[in-house]
């Protein structure tokens, strides 16, 4: 760790969420939005890893696992997360489409 920087946040994912990101990156493909798609999927990352407190509206403590439950919009992608500060872990555990989404579906299978 760096001087005055705190170390980066590691970053682990329901296997739901992964299933969605590679539906809809198929769906975002087809759309002719896959740069799009693949740069807020990648924003998404980065705040996780370096802004995970900052990021998003806390919405809940869950005390036995030292987490605060988050909620944060990137694009159309609503992702909910967890944060451990002391243990510098993210997990995040949903993620879904805003009503409004390019692919005119909630969850463009």
Do not use: C
């Not at 590679?22 to 740069?39: K, N, S, T, V, Y």
């Not at 509206?57 to 967890?82: D, P």
């Not at 997990?91 to 390019?102: G, M």
């Amino acid at each position: 760790m760096s001087e005055g920087r705190p170390e980066r946040f590691t970053l682990d994912y329901h296997p739901d969420v992964r299933t969605r990101w590679r539906q809809w990156g198929e769906a975002a493909a087809r759309a002719g939005m896959l740069d799009e798609f693949i740069a807020a999927v990648r924003t998404v990352e980065w705040r996780l890893t370096h802004e995970a407190l900052e990021w998003g509206e806390a919405f809940q403590h869950l005390r036995g696992l030292n987490m605060i439950k988050r909620r944060a919009v990137q694009w159309f992608f609503v992702v909910s997360y967890g944060v451990n500060e002391q243990a510098r872990y993210v997990y995040i555990d949903r993620i879904d489409l805003l009503p409004n989404n390019p692919f005119g579906t909630e969850r463009p299978d």
